[in-house]
């Protein structure tokens, strides 16, 4: 009960979140939720989309609507992992080594276009991700809390790409595609003022009521029986004949995660099943590899998601 009545209080805050990304990203509801959703599990987002459908906006209206620090960083192919973690240089008035902090000292990193940058560089993250810290010539700098990384980038097939590596991918709680607008809302895209209306968010959250909703996620009631079918559904994508990589148990954590951030975000203190059925593709989807043997065709993000709905459908769903 007790948890319920705090879900009611953050109700309101969550709800305001919502609206401000709902007003940079026009007609996209259930993109927005997600993108809450991952915020509030702690965890980090993979938006990948053809050029031109919001990415960046969605990604910046997210970092804006939190009085949070916050750093864009547009990934090249010449961009160096000093780049992005910083750099130890000698200060000769001291005589001593400094380090001089990188960009991913931030409470949110937009890592824009992520898969323009060589594997060198986006392994630059790995630790960042998973840890909350980085180490930088055998010491360690731990990240402030909240810490989120948005990235952003073109599907793989687009030339000039380095497609992210299975152990990257895996440090991303979610992967969301934001789709072309319908008729109604590109009509009001078309008609604005232009510009991106990201800059017109304000911030309705700061960072210690965020840390305070995040560990409010955890309260979250999640019977055991649907933790057997979470576990039932991450089994089969090891066992799938069409798999090569079935799902983590880093993925089959993310994916209780996700589940108790959407109960709160609904304004629940519990966990449903229509919960984990919709997220199973955001947060498995990028998971998985499809068998080598398979066609050209068969390899497609389309494909990844086929096999998960059909997996879905073969297990049972607890009353």
Not at 101 to 106: A, E, K, N
Not at 215 to 225: K, L, R, T
Not at 276 to 298: D, E, G, M, W, Y
């Amino acid at each position: 009960m007790a948890v319920m009545l705090a879900a009611q209080v953050a109700l309101s805050k969550l709800n305001e979140l919502e609206a401000s990304l709902n007003s940079a990203l026009r007609g996209k509801p259930e993109v927005v939720r997600l993108s809450t959703v991952c915020l509030l599990a702690r965890g980090h987002l993979l938006i990948e989309d053809v050029p031109g459908v919001g990415k960046t906006t969605l990604a910046q209206a997210m970092a804006r609507s939190v009085h949070c620090s916050f750093h864009r960083l547009q990934f090249t192919s010449d961009m160096l992992p000093s780049d992005v973690l910083g750099v130890t240089i000698y200060n000769a008035h001291s005589q001593e080594f400094e380090f001089k902090p990188g960009p991913i000292f931030t409470n949110f990193l937009l890592a824009d276009e992520i898969n323009r940058a060589t594997p060198k560089t986006q392994s630059a993250l790995l630790e960042a991700m998973n840890e909350t810290q980085i180490t930088i010539d055998g010491r360690s700098y731990p990240l402030e809390q909240p810490f989120m990384v948005l990235a952003t980038q073109n599907p793989v097939e687009h030339h000039g790409t380095y497609p992210l590596p299975e152990s990257q991918l895996d440090r991303f709680l979610m992967r969301i595609r934001i789709g072309y607008p319908d008729r109604e809302a590109e009509r009001e895209i078309v008609r604005s003022s232009g510009g991106s209306h990201a800059d017109e968010i304000r911030s309705v959250l700061s960072s210690a009521e965020l840390v305070r909703l995040q560990e409010q996620v955890g309260q979250v009631g999640v019977d055991a029986s649907l933790v057997d079918y979470m576990l039932a559904i991450v089994e089969k994508t090891r066992n799938h004949e069409s798999l090569a990589l079935g799902v983590s148990p880093r993925g089959a954590q993310a994916l209780y995660r996700a589940a108790q951030a959407l109960a709160l975000l609904e304004g629940r203190d519990y966990v449903i099943p229509d919960d984990i059925k919709r997220l199973v593709i955001p947060v498995f989807a990028h998971r998985i590899a499809i068998n080598p043997r398979a066609s050209l065709a068969q390899r497609s993000t389309e494909f990844s998601e086929r096999i998960l709905q059909e997996i879905m459908t073969l297990v049972e769903v607890p009353l």
